[in-house]
């Protein structure tokens, strides 16, 4: 029966270097949560405790409401996908998928049962007699993920199951698995380095940056409201101007000035105090401007540069000094394009730019 | 309702799988290794036949020629084969792996049929071809030519020669495997000839083979009993010596035979540390995408290549086509006569129930523990860090260091008496065959398993699978041809064992090897010649096996 499962507190410390930093995490009972960061920022020595495979240093993990910290890797009963597929080489499909219920000294007829049943979920079953390194790569991973699914596992664990696969094979892997978790409901713990995957597959997401989670929530809001300028950089395409304070209003917005002399309106983010003469970064998505000619509040940029991407149409405007502003447009029929060199006026849509405390480093 | 186990007792965690095996073997090794080399040097300095002091037996040992000399002899032959290994074996390889004579898969087979040939056969077969009465010698002499005489100082330096060359080959041949082309091609491009760019480009990366082939060129002859009792006659090297003082008519002095081997022991010791130490030094951690190709030599490049190597290929085997000759010959006591016959061959078939298959049944049992204990020992080595896996890691490698007739003689001293008195029961050779050739077994699985990720392992253990099943059912299914290829060494590598033997025997647990050893020492070369022809076949075999069905090359040897 799958199972809710609590990080508290949780830190792993590996000869003076912290890779896990205190991480408090509450994962309720059949929700699909990504763990989503760069390599080296602890996200896979994270899912290595969940799983049992590391001690950690201090804090629980509870499954449910018992504490598993002693519980041995082999009788945790998390099903696990390895990034490298980890699939048995030496035993058929069949038997692979079957290995884990046979562990459980389930009976010859369970078995073939369930293996059946679950090798047909991810239509491999007419693949059942063959050895693995008869099979693609995608195969071998939904064998790995048949096999990890068929023990009923209490949360089931996911180390980046797509990397190793090219692009059209992830993107049909990444819906089965969804489609797989949503049909079985179990719990699930995703780790991957990749936030468009993250965004997709997940129900919420905690981007973890040096041991620490920096910013958990659904994927929506994770996009939209970063809290901190590291998860505004990491998570999508942004712009991010070095900027001064030069206003503060009572309503939390602040006047912004860019080196170039152009000033803007942004909102500082929430739980950041910015005051007055600070340097700051404000932080302005691409697709949030639309593009005028004229009009008070916004800022006058010169089209330097096109680049015409089919979907959507990137152009790079200068607003005198610092690097140039991306904007897109969509690449629609009646869309209008400026010309290289004509002056434009950049109007960011309302509350679409955030000031965030320092200086981006470039 | 979740269905995970509650949290094992830190008893129960203890009494787990992989605890228990390391427990097993620290204590197996201990017994079997550390015990005996204790016993021994416990023995060296208590004194007891040399006088009162605890240094007594060293002090007698340095100011008594008869003792020191020994000791001096040990290093003259062993220096000598070591740098004639090395002129002879590293030019053969370089011509071997890098000219296109005609040849030179048997070339390397040959070479390997020497290798694994027992040195005391070879040298028995060149008593039997330079002799006082030999063969060649004669034949030599009917024309005039006197041939300098086999016996000695130069005798033994030129069997340890022939006989342990291979290691320098064999080493510098993969290491020639592992450096790129375009290393060449740039020295050449440079102006450099072929040798100057042998001498400033290739043998500088080839530095970590050719030290490590050259110390084990000297180890094997520092500790090599059976060819300088055959040809040393009033030359003793220590071995001898050790052998001498440990059963001798006058019931033996084990005191004095430890100390002997305690200083043994430190040569050996010391080489091997300074191999690794050299070896790692040198190590350029090259790999070669495109590996050193073959060339087309000159005309008298290509004379010279082949009348040295067929020359060395020739005088190698010379020693095995005499015995091959000489075994299905007549024989008159020393003297060989030209009838052919097959009466030595009974003698063997005689001993099919005894010798014969006590070797077999010893190193059978021997080679089985081998791959079971060493496969285990290398997965606590390569998967489970930690100071205890680091410190079996060095006692295994430790038990490379010890000579077969220092373990013979620390096994001796320690079960000798009751209640575990094991000496000349079948159980002290197999044991003594087991802890030898360990580190074979180990190097073997350790090196797979550093190659194979251990997310297999993990994936079983995540299903549910605890460390003992997931061992069986995943890590030894993955490993069986490492295991199969170590337990086939072993097999090869034990079958013609002949130092430890000698001092843990008793008539009943003789075997093939110490009965070659009694008939040559009591002039029968007929039957020595079947024989070791016998040892030779039972020695090959399970190496063609490696080399035709599991895709090993010579290179596996070393």
Redesign the interface.
């Known amino acids: 029966m799958t199972t809710s499962v609590s990080i508290d507190n949780v830190s792993k410390e590996f000869s003076g270097t912290t890779a896990v930093d205190s991480v408090s995490i509450e994962i309720g009972q059949g929700e699909f949560f990504t763990l989503l960061g760069s390599s080296g920022c602890g996200k896979t020595t994270l899912l290595r405790i969940i799983a049992g495979f590391l001690p950690q240093t201090r804090g629980d993990i509870r499954f449910g409401d018992k504490i598993i910290n002693n519980v041995p890797a082999h009788q945790r009963n998390t099903g696990m996908v390895f990034q490298n597929y980890a699939i048995f080489p030496h035993l058929s499909v069949f038997e692979n998928v079957a290995y884990g219920l046979k562990v459980r000294g389930r009976s010859r007829g369970d078995i073939d049962r369930e293996v059946r049943q679950m090798l047909d979920l991810v239509r491999l079953g007419h693949l059942s007699h063959r050895l693995p390194r008869e099979l693609s790569g995608g195969q071998q991973q939904r064998v790995v993920l048949a096999r990890a699914m068929v023990i009923k596992p209490d949360v089931l664990l996911m180390d980046e199951p797509l990397s190793n696969l090219d692009t059209e094979m992830r993107l049909h892997l990444r819906s089965e698995i969804r489609a797989l978790q949503q049909q079985f409901g179990v719990t699930t713990i995703y780790v991957t380095h990749d936030q468009e995957e993250a965004l997709l597959i997940s129900d919420r997401v905690a981007v973890m940056s040096t041991g620490k989670v920096v910013q958990l929530g659904p994927p929506r809001e994770i996009y939209l409201q970063p809290s901190t300028l590291f998860v505004a950089s990491f998570i999508g395409d942004n712009n991010l101007l070095p900027a001064m304070v030069e206003e503060t209003r009572p309503d939390g917005s602040l006047l912004a000035r860019l080196p170039g002399g152009q000033a803007l309106i942004a909102h500082a983010v929430p739980g950041q105090k910015l005051s007055h003469g600070e340097a700051c970064t404000v932080s302005l998505r691409p697709q949030d401007v639309d593009l005028k000619q004229g009009g008070p509040g916004g800022l006058e940029g010169v089209l330097e540069d096109i680049q015409f991407l089919g979907n959507t149409i990137k152009m790079y405007f200068s607003l005198g000094e610092g690097k140039p502003v991306v904007v897109t447009l969509p690449g629609r029929h009646d869309v209008t394009i400026p010309t290289v060199g004509s002056k434009c006026t950049l109007h960011p849509s309302a509350h679409a730019v955030t000031a965030f405390e320092g200086v981006v480093s470039q | ?8 007792s830190p008893l129960s ?1 203890l009494l ?1 799988f992989w605890p228990i095996v390391t427990l097993v073997a620290l204590a197996t090794s201990t017994f079997l290794l550390l015990l005996p080399v204790y016993n021994i040097v416990g023995l060296s300095f208590s004194g007891q036949e040399g006088g009162a002091g605890i240094f007594e037996n060293y002090i007698m040992f340095f100011s008594e020629p008869y003792y020191y000399r020994s000791l001096i002899n040990s290093f003259i032959v062993s220096i000598s084969a070591m740098v004639l290994a090395l002129l002879i074996g590293v030019p053969a390889a370089y011509i071997v792996s890098r000219y296109d004579i005609v040849g030179r898969s048997l070339i390397k087979t040959a070479v390997v049929l020497t290798f694994v040939s027992p040195p005391f056969i070879g040298s028995y077969s060149w008593v039997v071809l330079l002799g006082r009465k030999g063969v060649l010698s004669q034949m030599f002499a009917d024309v005039g030519i006197s041939l300098p005489s086999i016996y000695g100082a130069p005798g033994i330096i030129f069997v340890f020669t022939l006989q342990f060359f291979p290691f320098v080959f064999l080493l510098v041949s993969s290491g020639l495997k592992s450096i790129d082309q375009s290393v060449e091609d740039a020295a050449r491009n440079l102006g450099s000839g072929e040798g100057r760019t042998f001498f400033t480009v290739i043998a500088p990366l080839l530095l970590p083979s050719i030290t490590t082939g050259a110390l084990l060129v000297f180890i094997a002859s520092f500790t090599d009993l059976g060819t300088p009792i055959i040809l040393g006659e009033r030359f003793r090297v220590l071995p001898v010596l050790i052998y001498g003082e440990f059963v001798n008519d006058f019931g033996g002095r084990p005191v004095l035979a430890s100390t002997l081997a305690v200083l043994l022991l430190i040569v050996t010791t010391g080489a091997l540390l300074l191999q690794r130490r050299l070896a790692a030094r040198f190590s350029y951690a090259t790999s070669a995408i495109r590996p050193l190709t073959l060339q087309s030599p000159g005309p008298l490049k290509r004379f010279l290549a082949s009348v040295f190597i067929y020359g060395l290929v020739l005088l190698a085997l010379l020693p095995m086509i005499n015995i091959v000759i000489s075994a299905f010959l007549k024989s008159n006591g020393p003297v060989l006569v030209a009838k052919f016959t097959l009466a030595n061959f009974d003698k063997v078939w005689r001993m099919a129930d005894g010798p014969l298959l006590n070797t077999v049944m010893f190193t059978t049992i021997a080679t089985a523990m081998c791959a079971i204990m060493g496969t285990m020992i290398a997965y606590i080595i390569a998967r489970r860090s930690g100071r205890i896996s680091a410190l079996l890691d060095t006692v295994v490698m430790f038990s490379y260091a010890v000579p077969g007739i220092v373990l013979g003689v620390g096994l001796v001293v320690t079960y000798h008496n009751p209640p575990l008195a094991l000496t000349g029961t079948p159980l002290i050779l197999i044991l003594a065959y087991f802890i030898r050739r360990l580190p074979f077994s180990v190097r073997s699985s350790v090196s797979s398993l550093q190659q194979l ?1 251990r ?2 392992e ?10 003992g ?2 061992f069986l ?2 890590t030894v ?2 490993l069986s041809m490492a295991i199969l290829s170590g337990a086939l060494l072993t097999w090869s590598n034990t079958i013609r064992e002949l130092s430890a033997t000698l001092v843990l025997q008793s008539g009943s647990t003789t075997t093939i090897s110490v009965e070659i050893f009694n008939e040559v020492a009591n002039g029968n070369f007929g039957t020595a010649s079947a024989l070791g022809m016998t040892l030779i076949v039972l020695t090959f075999l399970p190496l063609l096996l490696l080399f035709t069905f599991l895709g090993k090359n010579e290179e596996a040897l070393v």
Do not use: H
């Open positions: 309702m979740s269905s995970v186990a509650t949290a094992p965690r787990s990720s997310d297999t993990e994936a079983s253990i995540n299903l549910g699978a605890g460390p099943r997931t059912k995943i299914p993955l």
